[in-house]
């Protein structure tokens, strides 16, 4: 826990935890929170429509992706 004991913002923990950006690890981290983002917008949109994820795939031509 010493690693966080001078912590102050959100970005220094974030740093700590994935590095500065511009690394690949800062980088991959990046790119996985906008992914992240973007599905829980895409899934509030789809529900407010009242469609389910089949419906979504059938009406946008893709299929819904099986979670295992």
Known sequence: MDKYKDITTFE???EVEHGKIGTE???EYEQNAQMFIVS???KQARK???LTQEQLA???GTKKKLYF
């Open 48 to 50: 407010e429509a009242n």
């Open 25 to 27: 690890n800062r980088n």
């Open 12 to 14: 220094e923990l974030i």
């Open 40 to 42: 829980e917008m895409l």
């Open 58 to 60: 059938e009406k946008s």
